[in-house]
Structure formats: structure tokens, C-alpha cells
T-cell receptor, first 117, second 113 residues
Framework: GAVVSQHPSRVICKSGTSVKIECRSL??????MFWYRQFPKQSLMLMAT?????????EQGVEKDKFLINHASLTLSTLTVTSAHPEDSSFYIC?????????????FGPGTRLTVL | DAKTTQPPSMDCAEGRAANLPCNHS???????VYWYRQIHSQGPQYIIH???NNETNEMASLIITEDRKSSTLILPHATLRDTAVYYC??????????????FGSGTRLQVQP
């Protein structure tokens, strides 16, 4: 299957700082990527849809000025958590959409665990 | 996408078959049944999908009832590494809207030694 990577896998930061998480599709081009957030013992919640070359679409309740998404190329999307606070501590997972003549498949990255002190 | 219902948790003995049920009584004709799993602290992993016929791959088998209102994911010989949360998702195969997968609460499978 297709490979999606995330960097870093784990980050600890102080409250008030900004953190950038990268998501890359390694062996295919992805015009659409998604960012999810997962709190302990809960399911994945979609935060936003990232489209290459255009503004991201955010789900209701997700602050677009706090969670900045940039999808500048067909293989890279970044999520920046600005002025992070302890309540932003979570597991962030990206995924990339691979499309073809007979398939639309969504592949997931390994996730980034953010801890805000 | 059609709503799915799964038991919150299941146990299975190592080496035995794990049968995970999913109810999707409102599934429509163009919707497929997808199964993903998430091992602790990892991203979701695709397992299998099907429309109406039974499907099998190297990971699992998928049995869909004739009326398509329910399905069962079968892990034929469960190992400790199969301990994970399993998600059943129903959606059109060629989703030209490129909508993200929506995850319910899934079934937490615990494989016991």
C-alpha cells in the first residue's frame, strides 16, 4: 500500500509555543489530505481537509487561526498548532487521498503525539 | 454515509478466530463496507472492503449478509499483535467528493494469550 509519513512522531513543548507537524505522501501525489485529532480513549475526529494550492476547510468547532494548515505541494501538508496550550495535547493523525481510475483510497500516517506542558 | 453499529469490546483467545460484527442496516446500494484497525498509538490501517460478495485477503475475511445489512470481519488465527480497535465504515467506493473517512467508536479487540 501507499506510504504516508509524519514528522515528528512525538513532540513536547511549553505552553504558548507553536508546533509544526509535517505529513508527506512518499510514493504518490495527494491533492487532498486530511488532519484528524484523537484524544485518549476516543475515536478519530476530523479537524480539516487540506487541498493542494487552496485554503483548508475546517470542521465545525476547529479554530482555523489556531490550527494553521498549509498544503503547498502534492506531497506535503503541514499543521501548525499556534500558541499551544495543555488542552491541545493530543494524537494528531494525517491521511492522504490517492486517486486513480478505479479507486479512491485514503492512507494514514503513523500519527504525532503532542504534549503541551 | 450509512451509520454503523459495533460492540464496544471483544475478547479472543490467541490462535482462535476473531469474529467482529458490524450492523449497517441503512446501507445504500452504492456503498461498500470498509474495515480499518488502529493499534495503540498508531495511525489506522486498512484491512479489507467489500460490496456484497465475501472477500478474503492476507489479513482477514469479510462476510456480508445477503441483505447487506450486516457484516462480519474474521481474523482466522488471532495473534497478540491483532489487539487493536477495529472500525467498520460504510461509504461509496468511488467517492468523487473526496470526503474524509468518518470513524465511529469501533470495537476494541483484546487478544488474550
Amino acid at each position: 500500500g501507499a506510504v504516508v509519513s509524519q514528522h515528528p512522531s512525538r513532540v513536547i513543548c511549553k505552553s504558548g509555543t507553536s508546533v509544526k507537524i509535517e505529513c508527506r505522501s512518499l510514493d504518490f501525489q495527494a491533492t487532498t489530505m486530511f488532519w484528524y485529532r484523537q484524544f485518549p480513549k476516543q475515536s478519530l475526529m476530523l479537524m480539516a481537509t487540506s487541498n493542494e494550492g487552496s485554503k483548508a476547510t475546517y470542521e465545525q468547532g476547529v479554530e482555523k487561526d489556531k490550527f494553521l494548515i498549509n498544503h503547498a505541494s502534492l506531497t506535503l501538508s503541514t499543521l501548525t498548532v499556534t500558541s499551544a496550550h495543555p488542552e491541545d495535547s493530543s494524537f494528531y493523525i494525517c491521511s492522504a487521498f490517492r486517486t486513480g481510475r478505479s479507486y479512491n483510497e485514503q492512507f494514514f500516517g503513523p500519527g504525532t503525539r503532542l504534549t503541551v506542558l | 454515509d450509512a451509520k454503523t453499529t459495533q460492540p464496544p469490546s471483544m475478547d479472543c483467545a490467541e490462535g482462535r478466530a476473531a469474529n467482529l460484527p458490524c450492523n449497517h442496516s441503512t446501507i445504500s446500494g452504492n456503498e461498500y463496507v470498509y474495515w480499518y484497525r488502529q493499534i495503540h498509538s498508531q495511525g489506522p490501517q486498512y484491512i479489507i472492503h467489500g460490496l456484497k460478495n465475501n472477500e478474503t485477503n492476507e489479513m482477514a475475511s469479510l462476510i456480508i449478509t445477503e441483505d447487506r445489512k450486516s457484516s462480519t470481519l474474521i481474523l482466522p488465527h488471532a495473534t497478540l499483535r491483532d489487539t487493536a480497535v477495529y472500525y467498520c465504515i460504510v461509504r461509496p467506493f468511488l467517492d468523487t467528493g473526496r470526503r474524509a473517512l468518518t470513524f465511529g467508536s469501533g470495537t476494541r479487540l483484546q487478544v488474550q494469550p
